[in-house]
């Protein structure tokens, strides 16, 4: 039991591995060091490396500099794990101080640092006999190029350790890793049974999906692949990914893997095949204006509303098919699932009249954005845009006690509270 505690301690301590690498410096240190002597000093020229003073002055930079990066890691990990206490869960501490990550950048400096300070002893200022390792100071610049690179890569990870998604993957990711190890055994899986249905190996957002790839599988097996989540979509491992139907499905093998390869799953959705996506991005920088009622920026959510409005303007008039793709002989072969107008629609207002109602900017900003739209798309898709609007009177007569602030956020201005709040337009628009 002695032994798990201090293992346990070893494996979520930040200082381990740092404390690892030191030990590596110090071992390199000592085969440079040997190598120099052991070829007197001459296997690198000193017309290639520089003489002692310069020798001096690059690993006496090099030793500062890496104490600076190191501090510069530790500084940016603590300020990481205070940002996602703020925004996440306190609880997560323990998992960002365990980011191997950031342990491997740390101890990279520190050996390097030992690298450098332990090849400075080697140096010897003389007129007459000069000494310069070459073998120790050659490792020490390489060591500084892959500092380099390795700095880059830290920074590039900890931008997207910070994003939601992979926040949330790195706690369940350890809850399955240790799920598996305490649970290792397994039920029978009815949906094996079934030669019909294709399950995800791995969990993920459904983010691409290689429509030629499938469509030439689909022809090989001469069947059709019903795709089961949309784009943008969950799906957990095992969890349904397809379906196949066709006459010869019992008596052709379907290659299942390359099936699975063209559907790629990501940590979170993207925009490359998303449309949907960016709305959704809109929206929650609408949810996010209004949070905090104390706090709330209905301003941010007029201008969120401009840019809804524009998508949607242009998506009014575009031909929302549905997403079927067909072999060369016309054969359907992929069927995905798609958004249609009404989705689009109330996922761009839904949830932003039920939490902004309450604000007039909000409600006359989005019922310009509605009555804009009712003027600019064809008819046949006018019936979400009145739903929006009935609802939203709803939502108006439900948020102020006083007709007078009723009839306020009833009207429509593009700007919120702007000019259309004047009295001339308040008496035109009685007119």
Not at 24 to 47: E, H, M, Y
Not at 210 to 224: K, Q
Request: charged share 20%.
């Amino acid at each position: 039991m002695q032994l798990s505690k201090i293992l346990s301690n070893l494996r979520s301590g930040l200082w381990f591995i740092p404390l690892v690498y030191a030990v590596g410096g110090l071992i390199l240190n000592a085969i440079t060091t040997t190598l120099d002597s052991r070829t007197n000093f001459q296997l690198v020229p000193i017309d290639v490396i520089g003489g002692p003073d310069a020798a001096l002055g690059i690993l006496g930079a090099v030793a500062a500099s890496m104490i600076s990066l190191v501090a510069t890691v530790l500084s940016i990990t603590m300020v990481v794990v205070q940002l996602a206490m703020g925004q996440f869960s306190p609880r997560i501490v323990q998992t960002f101080l365990q980011d191997r990550p950031s342990q491997h950048a740390i101890g990279l400096f520190v050996a390097t640092f030992v690298q450098a300070m332990l090849t400075m002893r080697q140096v010897q200022v003389s007129e007459e006999s000069p000494v310069v390792p070459g073998i120790s100071i050659a490792v020490t610049f390489l060591l500084v190029i892959v500092n380099i690179v390795v700095l880059v890569v830290y920074i590039h990870h900890i931008g997207r350790q910070l994003r939601v998604s992979s926040l949330i993957e790195l706690v369940g990711g350890d809850t399955r890793s240790l799920m598996d190890k305490v649970y290792p055994g397994r039920l029978e899986d009815d949906q094996a049974l079934d030669p019909h249905l294709v399950t995800a190996r791995t969990s993920g957002v459904l983010s691409l999906i290689g429509r030629e790839e499938l469509v030439a599988v689909a022809t090989e097996a001469d069947c059709r692949i019903d795709i089961i989540p949309a784009i943008g979509q969950f799906v957990p491992a095992d969890g349904k990914l397809a379906r196949l139907t066709g006459s010869t499905i019992h008596d052709v093998d379907v290659d299942l893997d390359r099936l699975r390869g063209a559907l790629v799953l990501s940590l979170e959705r993207s925009q490359e095949e998303d449309v949907a996506y960016g709305l959704r991005m809109l929206v929650d920088m609408g949810l996010k204006a209004m949070a905090d009622s104390p706090n709330a920026d209905p301003t941010t959510v007029v201008q969120v509303l401009d840019r809804v409005q524009d998508v949607l303007r242009q998506l009014s008039r575009r031909e929302l098919r549905a997403d079927i793709t067909c072999d060369e002989n016309g054969q359907e072969r992929v069927v995905i699932p798609s958004m249609d107008w009404q989705a689009y629609v109330r996922l761009s207002f839904e949830e932003l009249r039920l939490f902004g109602a309450g604000s007039p900017q909000v409600a006359r900003r989005m019922r310009a954005a509605l009555e804009d739209l009712l003027d600019y798309a064809p008819r046949d898709r006018h019936g979400p845009l009145l739903e929006q609007l009935s609802q939203l009177d709803d939502s108006v007569a439900e948020a102020y006690p006083h007709e007078r602030d009723v009839t306020l956020a009833r009207r429509a201005d593009a700007q919120g509270l702007g000019v259309a709040a004047g009295a001339a337009s308040a008496d035109n628009a009685t007119e």
